[in-house]
């Protein structure tokens, strides 16, 4: 239960990590729609109109100014009563607009109405809108040229720009506030029939078109700005989740390491000592060192009990030594050695078994070969785990053929090759991973724990050797490890004498490692 406990917490975590946030699928979404052309984007309200509000609060400090120069330059024209009432009205509007928008933002933006706030905002432009008008309607009686006309022109101009610097985040509701008062003034224009006005009419419309679309283009700016800055939340949100899920799932490594190891303790000392017992009771009444048992049956049991706590004795040796290797605890006790004696001892230690099996072990090693830089313990335990996995899949009657020689990059290799009924090859990676097993292993009646050919691999890995499995189904199985070059220690050649009448052998044999 508890293993089955910890495989579905690891699952969750994996399924964590590739879980994405809503907003990233909203930006990813997004994303998609703007490559398909849909011209469908997110609206982001609530910031648009913050960046309306903070706009106009901010220009009250100076708009008056721009009105009061208007108003001054109108008085001229019309005189000073209606431009006074003129400057005193458009002030209070765009007052009560910076009172508004100061509000606004003081309120906490989860609690903003902004359907509530748009309509608010929308009844002050189209007042805004109404004074501009005024001041474009109202006419210059006593005025023989166009002079006050141009002061129009030249004022509704600027007005447009003003609107749409202030007003572009609330889209074509800047309409409400800068095109009454141009179309107001057009009309004017085309009614006088004059060609000077008429053209000024056009270049108002154009200007008040051209001002339009910039304030549009301004906040498709503004909106990928945002879209952006909602991205890179997202990213460090995510990352932010990550990191906690890393830094859980280290905790939670460190825990099982802790758990790994203490239960290897336990086993090294709870298990092996009982087993080690079993083992001597059951070969000693195996052997009936204290007598006859009396009963062949009795024997049998015992031998099969023998047998038993032998194998388990084994699968907790190689638990214990994979575990050594992976935890980096495996230390390699490296001393000069000969390959191929080392794997004559091994192919000397299964021979009884094969002999039982009626299995041919054909060994061939070439000959003067040099020594190696190895660990002799570990290259024994390759061998052994190479030869024991060839004889466990060989059929009665089949050979093994064991060769030691050179490899092409002047290393030195072991091949084990059987006649077994071999692996399919989707099936190679699986028997190469650990307590990792081939279906013909699973069928075969001399099972294993999976773990001979990974700590095969471990130990060539830290001989910093490679090895090869080739296998074809019906066709046997094929081992390598091979050590490399830098592992083979090779005669040095003779040393000339340093001086005249100072004889020195005519070779001196040492052994030196390739670095």
């Known amino acids: 239960m508890s293993g089955n406990r910890s495989e579905s917490s690891d699952k969750i975590i994996v399924d ?10 909203l930006v990813t979404d997004l994303r998609q729609r ?64 910076a009172a508004l928008a100061a509000r606004f933002l003081r309120e906490p933006r989860e609690e903003i109405a902004v359907a509530q706030w748009r309509r608010t905002f929308l009844l002050v432009q189209a007042m805004i809108a109404f004074v501009w008008m005024m001041f474009a309607l109202y006419g210059c009686m006593t005025c023989t040229d166009n002079s006050y ?22 889209g074509w509701s800047l309409l409400v506030t800068s095109a009454p008062p141009t179309l107001a003034l057009t009309l004017r224009f085309v009614l006088s029939y004059e060609p000077v006005m008429m053209l000024m009419a056009g270049i108002l419309v154009a200007a008040q078109a051209f001002f339009f679309l910039l304030g549009i283009r301004l906040k ?61 009771f059951s070969e000693v009444m195996n052997n ?41 605890r495996y230390e390699l006790n490296e001393e000069a050695l000969r390959l191929a004696h080392v794997v004559d001892e091994a192919c000397h230690m299964i021979q009884l078994k094969a002999r039982a099996k009626n299995i041919a072990v054909v060994t061939q090693y070439e ?32 050979t093994i053929w064991v060769k030691v020689g050179w490899t092409s990059t002047g290393g030195q290799y072991l091949s084990v090759k059987d006649t077994g009924p071999g692996i399919p090859e989707e099936e190679i990676p699986v028997v190469l991973s650990t307590f990792g097993q081939g279906s013909i292993a699973i069928k075969s009646a001399e099972q294993g724990t999976g773990l001979g050919l990974p700590i095969v691999q471990a130990l060539m890995h830290m001989h910093d050797g490679r090895f090869e499995l080739r296998s074809k189904l019906r066709e046997g199985t094929q081992v390598i490890a091979s050590f490399p070059r ?23 044999r040492t052994m030196r490692k390739h670095a």
């Open 16 to 25: 964590r990590t590739r879980r994405r946030s809503p907003a990233a699928r």
């Open 34 to 97: 703007a490559m398909n052309g849909s011209g469908a984007q997110i609206e982001y309200q609530r910031e648009l109109m913050v960046s309306f509000a903070e706009n106009h609060r901010n220009a009250f400090a100076i708009l008056p100014a721009f009105i009061a120069l208007v108003a001054l330059i109108a008085a001229s024209y019309v005189g000073v009563v209606p431009s006074v009432y003129w400057f005193l009205l458009t002030s209070l509007v765009y007052g009560l607009m």
């Open 149 to 170: 006309a141009i002061i129009q022109f030249s004022s509704i101009l600027v007005f447009q720009a003003i609107t749409m610097i202030l007003s572009y985040g609330m």
């Open 220 to 280: 498709r700016s503004v909106l990928s700005i945002l879209l952006h800055k909602a991205e890179k939340e997202s990213l460090i949100a995510e990352l932010e989740t990550a990191r906690s899920i890393s830094e859980e799932a280290r905790r939670r490594a460190e825990e099982a390491n802790l758990a790994k190891s203490r239960f290897l303790a336990t086993m090294s000392h709870e298990l092996r000592t009982p087993l080690n017992a079993i083992l001597g």
């Open 288 to 328: 009936e060192v204290l007598g006859p048992i009396g009963n062949e049956s009795y024997k049998e049991y015992v031998s099969d009990i023998h047998n038993s706590g032998q194998h388990l004795l084994n699968v907790i040796n190689e638990i214990l030594d994979l575990s050594r290797i992976e935890a980096g």
């Open 367 to 398: 000959e003067d070969l040099p020594r190696i830089w190895a660990d002799e313990r570990a290259v024994r335990q390759v061998a052994l785990n190479l030869l024991s996995n060839a004889l466990k899949f060989t059929p009665p009657g089949g």
């Open 486 to 508: 830098s592992r083979v220690l090779e005669i040095m050649p003779p040393v000339a004498n340093d001086a005249p009448g100072k004889q020195r052998p005519r070779s001196i």
